[in-house]
């Protein structure tokens, strides 16, 4: 086979592998929403990632400020799957945190248990694998386990680890999460209250 031909074979392939795949995750989200039930109303959201230092701290000092914001009183806490206690957020999670007028200067990080999870009435995770991880271990909680990235753009999109990463993937990052957590804080409110 020539190297134009090869080349198209990979093109052709790659299309092919992005097709499947947008379908296996059209297929996922809708397998998802149907073992969902959103919390109404929600007194207590848990959120989760791998080390609770990175994403699940600015998603959780982001949410508070917005819950503040529009006075509903609800309880934002967050955990890690693979963590020790106390640990401080990522400098590069402070220094976004920062930059969105938020401050993670006090996070101390917490591992998951079994407590945290009865008392939320909603858990929001970053990945579909931590989904599948949490439901493992509390299958009681399936029903209210969300991926957060569902609430902006209705799929099975992870919201990546910006750990290893620059400031600027700290930023997209945080970009994505602020995006998500808009519009589910728009879902909490009162119907009277919602934009139109």
């Not at 206690?85 to 990080?109: C, I, N």
Request: glycine letters at 6%; proline letters at 5%.
């Amino acid at each position: 086979m020539s190297q134009v031909g090869s080349a198209s074979a990979r093109t052709l392939a790659r299309s092919m592998k992005h097709a499947v795949n947008a379908v296996l995750n059209h297929w996922r989200y809708q397998v998802l929403l149907n073992q969902q039930v959103f919390p109404t109303p929600a007194r207590a959201i848990l959120v989760v990632c791998k080390g609770n230092i990175c994403r699940s701290p600015l998603a959780e000092a982001y949410l508070k400020h917005q819950m503040e914001k529009h006075g509903l009183p609800i309880n934002i806490y967050s955990a890690g799957l693979e963590t020790s206690l106390g640990k401080p957020a990522h400098p590069l999670a402070q220094v976004v945190g920062t930059e969105g007028g938020l401050s993670l200067s006090k996070h101390a990080t917490q591992p998951l248990h079994k407590d945290q999870v009865e008392r939320a009435d909603m858990i929001l995770v970053m990945e579909w694998r931590q989904r599948n991880r949490l439901v493992k271990l509390y299958p009681q909680a399936k029903g209210k386990v969300f991926l957060l990235r569902q609430f902006y753009d209705q799929s099975v999109l992870e919201v990546a680890d910006p750990y290893s990463g620059t400031l600027e993937d700290f930023q997209v990052c945080f970009t994505m999460i602020k995006q998500a957590c808009d519009v589910l804080v728009s879902r909490m409110l009162p119907a009277s209250s919602r934009q139109q």
